[in-house]
């Protein structure tokens, strides 16, 4: 950890203000950013504290959706009253990731924000272009048992981590971003997160000079939740492959199936035409096998993580068998 | 006074006790301070003016550091002093070795070897100024890094060859060939390891965290060349060894000469990633395993061979085949263990060296047997226990393999019915029940304890021993109060301290019975005195709550006198006619997920002949935390080395997965009390790694049993497990009409 100057930002417009310094990083839980500065992975000079800001509230829309502060914790989340009844798989989706004690401290904000798992990125005597642009990938011949299959570059093949967003992309949710002028503008949470490319360093849409102040639900959206998160550790580990699904079916057939993935890309993985090959068809194996298809039209595999691309497949089948068992 | 004792006398005397506090499942006498923060560990002690160490490791494999850049990180505010002194240590000690391991760190073995120490008034500011040292290396081209890489060392003392097993695989009506790999492992004791130490001129006081401080000591003077006599070392609570530190680690050192040199108090904390990168690993190993049986499962066959790694240089090589030597009959014996010579991380003693991967190993080859023979696999087991030590012909010191089978089934409610794969689910999962054979080998070691029975009729019982978690404190206490016939509340055991008797070190599962042994004849020589005054014989010296024969209470007695002999417990040689080891068996029931591959453990029972049982409760903690290993040795636990530069990639808690509480379900433990008096003068035995000495198979055993996935690795990951189901396993599901829409 390299000595940093603790500043607190009075509001979220000068939050947004202090991270026009490339060196100054917004911190409220710290539960990712505090091990990634003691490792000098990041090596801010100045912290802007923004954990006691007005964004701590879950609140109803005039819509009839949920908007989740940007600084509402983790836990408060998941036990809040709407989201379980209402958005049962991001209550799942949450309880599904790290421990109790880490979810009472991380944030919505930061949960969206949290860096890479990748072993070669954390080590800052290892090449990664995610940290040190131009320097190389080590994970593509490493171990990258943990690493992606899908959208990769022959930049970065990292996966994001999280479980939170997972959930909200299948939801829809819109992140909220307040700019340094007050204005605020918002970005559908499936596009929130980017591609590796040729630009890994850069993970998400949050630019300098902005912050997030919350995440918007859409109204209820009715069906059937489920989060099936796959690892060998049953908890306190990372995904392999994550399925978030909102699954309604009537007489058979498939009304709605909006299917996001986790543990597969540098992004939660959202493609409407996976959800497409459902709609409107009765539920079947070769149906699931054809969604699957879709899903892993590109996939790659690294020689380690080769496994996640069946892997995949069969989630998606568990959480389709599991949502066809539970309508009948 | 002191008294010398090192054998038994051939009598239970400890049976003979009146106090009836031996064995009864007294809570931890060190409960309350552990659980309330009061307890001290190596790096909390509050010193003044206490200077604080990081170490700076190596960022090359195998090479010479040629300029060390210390200008910016001494310019660096609070920034002390950079100690790059030719006595640091490279590595870890191994057990028991009470000398310097590689010095000279300007020599880089592997990855992340310490090759200086940073000292600032804060610790903040050592580690950032350890990140800002320059190292310029002259690295060595081409590091072996893969035990295929290089040519293996035979080591020749694990060899055996008896009979002709080559033959008898030809003869055999059943017989099984098989390759099974395990990965690496950490130790990852939550305390990281952690030094203060502190020179004052003339001596050094060292608080750290180490299991051995017998051997330490000399580790530790040899490093330094300073005399023995010169070192006080203290470590009274240990957050967690599991043999990562049983030797003297480069923190101590590294805090020690800092020491000298600035001539004030230093502490020195590896951070977590450095205690996985520079500490001990448990090799991994490649082994095979051949057993040739009979039409009705004798055995008549029995080889077992294994390649594991280590370090040039390291004597260390992971016993694979330690209790293969004895487990089982078989006339005709083929044994072999082989190192290669790797620049990976030392390799060391990590929970249970040998059995620890050996064992399941050769008991998932024993389910391949049993399936292969139709026999049941507890009775399989039953009827190849051998009547002595199949290659030496020893006796067995006392063998309680059979009634841990018999016991444990019938807890567990093994079915002995003719077993088939696949025959059981619950929606997605497969269920399924496997079990395992376990052992592991008893040692004891010298060791010395002073008890003190003082004027006031409370008792102190003083010694270097160590007490990492295991129950130490508590069970010398129930020891000095069975034998002096007190409350155990009346006795202080003040351990941890090189200022007292030298112990025997917690390591190898010796201590409880070594200390132990030590601690009863220093009680012995004790009574003896208190029966000279009482006026009667020794053997009929009725001691209990304070009081002799029930009239005279022991302050009475002592008549304002105290009582302090000194008990030295040396091993007899009679052990060594013997073939000495803890026995068990594992019960497991497992589900296996249809799709994903998860694996989660039902429930699980453990059942053990370990001697006598000083306190149930301590007893079977040890044992829920063996079974608890063995879930992650079955399923999670693997140590990732880079294939490039041989780095440990996954180096902290998050990524090295030990099993968290929900993948430990209820844990069953089944104490088959015995008396081995052989294996010490309290009939003990070792009991610490026990209990993970094989049951990781009872695991895959169940695995197999469940979904028909023979996953010839551990861990066993869903990836594994998916790799080696039948090809048919979803048509047989579709068929069995399990469930709705399965693909």
């Known amino acids: 950890m390299q000595p940093f100057e603790l500043v607190r930002a009075p509001s979220p417009s000068d939050a947004a203000q202090l991270t026009k310094d490339e060196h100054t990083r917004l911190i409220a839980g710290g539960t990712n950013l505090l091990d990634l500065m003691k490792l000098q992975v990041e090596t801010p000079s100045r912290l802007a504290d923004i954990s006691r800001l007005d964004c701590a509230e879950i609140t109803d829309t005039p819509d009839g959706g949920l908007r989740i502060g940007a600084l509402v914790t983790n836990t408060a989340t998941a036990v809040h009253p709407r989201v379980r009844q209402d958005y049962p798989v991001l209550a799942r989706a949450i309880l599904a990731g790290a421990t109790q004690q880490l979810r009472n401290k991380a944030t919505t904000g930061g949960n969206l924000c949290q860096r890479t798992r990748c072993f070669y990125f954390t080590k800052i005597d290892q090449p990664c272009n995610k940290r040190d642009p131009g320097s190389g990938c080590s994970a593509i011949e490493g171990v990258a048992k943990l690493h992606a299959v899908l959208g990769t570059s022959d930049q970065c093949i990292a996966t994001y981590p999280g479980d939170m967003a997972v959930a909200m992309s299948a939801l829809d949710a819109e992140v909220h971003i307040m700019k340094e002028d007050g204005t605020e503008r918002s970005v559908p949470v499936r596009d929130f997160h980017l591609l590796p490319g040729d630009t890994p360093w850069r993970e998400n849409e949050l630019g300098r000079g902005e912050m997030i102040t919350a995440v918007t639900l859409p109204p209820p959206v009715g069906g059937a939740h489920y989060y099936r998160k796959v690892r060998e550790r049953s908890s306190y580990a990372f995904a392999l492959v994550s399925v978030a699904a909102v699954i309604e079916i009537e007489g058979g057939v498939f009304t709605r199936a909006d299917l996001a993935f986790g543990g597969l890309a540098h992004k939660p993985w959202f493609d409407p035409a996976i959800g497409a090959v459902l709609l409107g068809k009765a539920a079947d194996d070769a149906l699931f096998d054809e969604a699957a298809d879709v899903l892993l039209q590109s996939a790659r595999g690294f020689g380690e993580n080769d496994f996640k691309i069946p892997l995949a497949r069969r989630t998606l089948r568990a959480v389709l068998t599991q949502a066809v068992e539970d309508a009948a | ?743």
Not at chain 2, 9 to 30: F, H, S, T
Not at chain 2, 142 to 152: A, E, G, I, Q
Not at chain 2, 159 to 173: N, P, Y
Not at chain 2, 485 to 513: E, F, N, Q
């Open chain 2, 1 to 743: 006074m002191s008294t010398t004792r090192t054998e038994n006398d051939g009598k239970a005397r400890l049976d003979d006790m009146k106090q009836g506090v031996l064995g009864e499942p007294l809570p931890r006498i060190d409960g309350l301070a552990k659980v309330t923060g009061t307890a001290r560990y190596a790096a909390e002690y509050p010193i003044d003016n206490c200077a604080e160490g990081v170490l700076v490791t190596s960022t090359i494999t195998h090479g010479t550091v040629t300029r060390l850049d210390t200008q910016a990180a001494l310019t660096m505010p609070g920034v002390i002093a950079v100690i790059d002194d030719s006595r640091l240590i490279t590595r870890a000690v191994q057990g028991t070795a009470g000398e310097a391991p590689q010095q000279a760190p300007v020599t880089v073995c592997y990855w992340g070897q310490p090759i200086a120490l940073v000292v600032a008034e804060s610790f903040e500011q050592a580690r950032d100024a350890a990140k800002r040292i320059h190292v310029e290396y002259d690295a060595s081209p081409n590091p072996s890094l893969s035990p295929d890489d290089v040519t293996p060392e035979e080591q020749e003392d694990d060899t055996v060859s008896q009979g002709d097993l080559e033959q008898a695989m030809k003869d055999a009506a059943h017989s099984v060939d098989v390759r099974i790999a395990t990965k690496g492992h950490a130790s990852a004791a939550m305390e990281p390891h952690a030094a203060i130490a502190d020179w004052d001129g003339e001596e050094l006081t060292v608080h750290a965290s180490l299991q051995m401080l017998n051997y330490n000591i000399s580790e530790l003077a040899d490093a330094l060349d300073i005399p023995e006599d010169k070192i006080r070392l203290i470590a009274r609570f240990v957050g967690g060894g599991f043999g990562s530190k049983l030797g003297i680690s480069p923190d101590v050192v590294a805090a020690s000469l800092a020491s000298i040199k600035l001539k004030r108090p230093v502490r020195v904390v590896l951070s977590r990633q450095q205690v996985f990168q520079c500490i001990m690993r448990r090799s991994e190993t490649t082994q095979r395993l051949r057993l040739a049986a009979t039409s009705e499962g004798k055995l008549i066959g029995f080889g077992h061979e294994a390649l594991v790694s280590n370090l040039p240089g390291e004597e260390f090589c992971e016993p694979v085949l330690q209790s293969s030597h004895f487990m089982y009959r078989g006339e005709n014996r083929e044994l072999m263990l082989n190192l290669a010579r790797i620049h990976r991380m030392t390799a060391g003693s990590v929970r249970a060296p040998g059995e620890a991967v050996g064992m399941p190993a050769l008991e998932a080859a024993m389910d391949m047997l049993a399936e292969k023979s139709g026999v049941d696999p507890v009775q399989l087991r039953l009827m190849n226990i051998p009547d002595k030590d199949p290659e030496n012909d020893l006796p067995f010191s006392s063998h309680k393999l059979a009634e841990c089978l018999r016991q444990g089934a019938d807890a567990f409610g093994w079915d002995a019915g003719p077993r088939k794969a696949r025959q059981r689910r619950e929606g997605e999962w497969w269920i399924g029940t496997g079990m395992a054979s376990g052992a592991r080998i008893h040692n004891t070691m010298e060791s010395r304890t002073r008890v003190t029975l003082s004027a006031d009729g409370t008792a102190r019982v003083e010694t270097d021993m160590t007490d990492i978690g295991t129950g130490t404190y508590t069970i010398l206490a129930q020891m000095v109060a069975e034998m002096l016939g007190m409350d155990p509340a009346a006795v202080r055991v003040d351990i941890g301290d090189t200022r007292h008797p030298r112990g025997p070190g917690s390591g190898g599962s010796w201590g409880a019975s070594s200390i132990g042994s030590a601690a009863f004849l220093a009680c012995r020589a004790i009574r003896e005195d208190l029966a000279a005054r009482a006026g009667v014989a020794e053997e009929a010296l009725d001691l209990r709550d304070g009081k002799v024969g029930g009239g005279r209470t022991l302050v009475d007695v002592l008549g304002g006198e105290s009582l302090s002999h000194e008990g030295h417990y040396k091993p007899a040689k009679a052990q060594e006619e013997y073939t000495a080891a803890g026995f068990g068996a594992f019960f497991a029931q497992v589900r296996v997920n249809h799709f994903t591959g998860e694996t989660r453990v039902d429930r699980m029972l453990g059942a053990f002949g370990f001697g006598r049982v000083l306190n149930r409760r301590t007893a079977r903690s040890q044992f829920l935390g063996g079974l608890t290993w063995s879930i992650g040795t079955a399923l999670t636990e693997a140590l990732e080395f880079d294939p490039r530069d041989g780095h440990l990639v996954n180096c902290d808690l998050a990524e090295y997965h030990v099993p968290v509480h929900r993948d430990v379900p209820d844990l069953d433990v089944v104490l088959v009390e015995e008396r081995d008096a052989i294996a010490s003068p309290i009939e003990a035995k070792g009991i610490g790694e026990l209990g993970m000495c094989g049951g990781a198979a009872a695991i895959g055993n169940a695995i197999y049993n469940a979904c028909g996935a023979r996953v010839l690795q551990f861990p066993i990951t869903p990836d594994s497990v998916l790799a080696s189901l039948p090809r048919d396993s979803c048509k047989l599901l579709r068929e069995a009409g399990a469930m709705r829409g399965l693909a």
